[in-house]
């Protein structure tokens, strides 16, 4: 509910304090008198797009304040937590325009952007009017007001989750063949890639141990004539032979050295022992040496041959296993996947059906709720002096989607036989008028957490209908608060509150203020709106009448 509306310096506005109250609140003058400027100012500081230049000729920068009251369970509450500004049960907005142009909000005292006033504004204010196109005039909203008179809310969670699933099976399904498209575009190169691989199946270390023993057996050619020679000099024919011949000699004349010749004997001993042990080294290195020319030439050719499938797959050629697992799993992949989009195409299909149900009893309660509406619109236009106009609301199949698959719009007939169209383009600026309360009545129900604002609703009717207008202006504010700007005294005389807008000139300066009007002057205001700028006693009787209606 909005509490208080501070403005300054806008437009012909220096200075206005305003303090709303419940219920139905009547904004009147004469024209031109600025009461469309209330709500240029309104609509600033709810971040609405509006005048581009709103700044009071002569004043550095232009301020509008806006008090609001919220409910514990209001829909601002939400907006503020996720945008991480303080809430309570006392909203503040705040909105700057320098001179300049450049525009600063503030929402409890703490900086917000225009998004957030915007969003924050849906929750806090409607505001209606013959060339309002963010209320009951726009057909994008239409489908939303239906539902919201249907009670469509859990038919319509259920189209938006089976909206979800079908969705998501979709993607799946998409991914699964565009992958499945990719593989089979390989599939050749994954089969020889993988025969090719298993064909060789090289181990992880191999490709060191084959290079090893290759350096090993190319080195084996050069070096081993030297050692079977070496072999052969300390063999019987060589020192082993000469030293055992030395030994045999001095140990036959040691007896006659007087033990001169013991040592050396003895050194002899142990050399002929290490030179066993040196023999039977060389020995192992010749037989490791001895290898079939073949065997180096099968090392070889495996060698190059991991080495080429591993610059082929560009990888190391340690990895060449795991790389050949990785192939063989998409290839199964590939050999599964016929299996695998199956199942994703029932999964899709059974999403389609569950879709397609809910949506189809979602179309089922809107139709119900259509021709209730329809029903009730016309019992509201009967008072309207409007009983041979025809509203409809008219339900047409659209792409589907997570609202459903209807497209759904407001359409009247002035006249039985008429031809039907949109609300905008086949009333006229009075019937339009009568068209939007009508249907703004049947719509509201008990909500009354929006201020709802009605912007000259009633121009271009009077009497009798001027006085239905106003009636059910009343009947809306009750349990809420409504602020209508009018010109009609049948209106302005239901209002619970009334205030005065008009202008006057201070030092040869234009400026508009408004003025709270208690009984006396609102009997003098109304008479005005009766008879004109002469207020005469018969027009006075006349608002007294009204407002004891």
């Known amino acids: 509910m909005l ?39 309104l609509g600033f500081v709810l971040g609405w797009r509006g005048r581009a230049e709103l700044v009071r000729q002569g004043a550095a920068q232009g301020e509008v304040v806006a008090e609001f009251e919220l409910p514990e369970d209001h829909a601002a509450h ?16 705040r909105r700057v325009n320098t001179a300049e142009g450049r525009k600063t909000a503030w929402v409890n005292d703490r ?38 008179y249907a009670g469509a809310g859990k038919h319509l969670a259920a189209v938006r989750a089976a909206w979800t699933d079908m969705s998501r ?32 199946d090289p181990q992880p270390g191999e490709d060191a141990d084959l290079d090893a023993r290759r350096r090993m057996m190319q080195g084996a050619e050069r070096i081993r004539d030297d050692v079977a020679r070496a072999f052969a000099l300390l063999g019987g024919d060589g020192a082993e032979g000469a030293m055992s011949d030395a030994v045999r000699w001095l140990e036959g004349v040691s007896d006659n050295a007087g033990g001169q010749l013991e040592a050396p004997v003895a050194a002899l001993g142990r050399a002929l022992i290490e030179l066993g042990e ?29 080495r080429a499938l591993a610059r082929k797959h560009d990888v190391a050629p340690d990895d060449l296993g795991t790389f050949a697992d990785t192939l063989r799993d998409r290839l199964n992949k590939l050999e599964a996947g016929d299996a695998d989009l199956a199942d994703q195409r029932a999964a899709v299909d059974a999403a389609q059906v569950a879709f397609d149900t809910a949506a189809a009893q979602l179309s089922t309660l809107r139709q119900q709720a259509a021709g209730q509406l329809d029903t009730a619109v016309m019992a ?16 047409t199949a659209t792409e589907p989607g997570p609202e459903g698959t209807d497209a759904v719009a407001f359409t009247v007939a002035t006249n039985p036989g008429a031809p039907s169209g949109p609300l905008n383009k086949i009333a006229s600026g009075g019937e339009l008028s009568r068209f939007l309360l009508a249907l703004k009545v049947c719509l509201t129900g008990d909500d009354s957490a929006r201020t709802m604002i009605f912007d000259e609703i009633d121009r271009g009717v009077g009497g009798a209908t001027a006085d239905a207008v106003g009636r059910r202006l009343a009947s809306l504010a ?26 006057q000139v201070t030092d040869g300066q234009t400026l508009s203020t408004v003025i709270p009007l208690a009984d006396p002057d609102r009997v003098d205001e109304i008479a005005r709106m009766v008879a004109g700028d002469t207020i005469t006693d018969e027009a006075r009787a006349a608002a007294r009448a009204l407002l004891g209606a």
């Open 3 to 41: 509490r208080a509306l501070d403005i300054r310096d806008m437009l012909i506005i220096d200075r206005l304090e305003l303090t709303f109250q419940p219920g139905l609140n009547a904004l009147t003058g004469e024209t031109g008198a600025g009461k469309s400027i209330l709500l240029d100012s």
């Open 111 to 148: 900086r917000c952007s225009g998004e957030v006033l915007r969003a924050l504004s849906e929750t806090l204010v409607e505001l209606h009017g013959q060339h309002d196109d963010r209320g009951l005039l726009n057909p994008r909203g239409h489908r939303a007001m239906l539902d919201e």
């Open 380 to 395: 509201e236009l009967a008072p309207l002096k409007m009983e041979r106009a025809v509203f409809q609301t008219e339900i």
């Open 478 to 503: 009750q349990g809420g608060q409504v602020l209508v700007v009018t010109h009609s005294p049948q209106v302005a005389a239901r209002a619970a509150h009334h205030w005065r807008v008009q202008k």
């Open 169 to 200: 099976a979709r993607k799946a399904l998409a991914e699964t063949e565009s992958a499945l498209a990719v593989m089979r575009a390989e599939e050749e190169f994954l089969r020889h890639a993988v025969s090719e691989l298993d064909q060789l």
């Open 278 to 306: 040196a023999q039977d080294g060389v020995q192992t290195c010749l037989q490791a040496l001895d290898f079939n020319p073949a065997e180096l030439e099968a090392a070889e050719e495996r060698l190059f041959a991991i």
């Open 78 to 93: 939400a907006i503020l937590a996720e945008a991480g500004l303080p809430g309570g049960g006392e909203l503040i907005l």
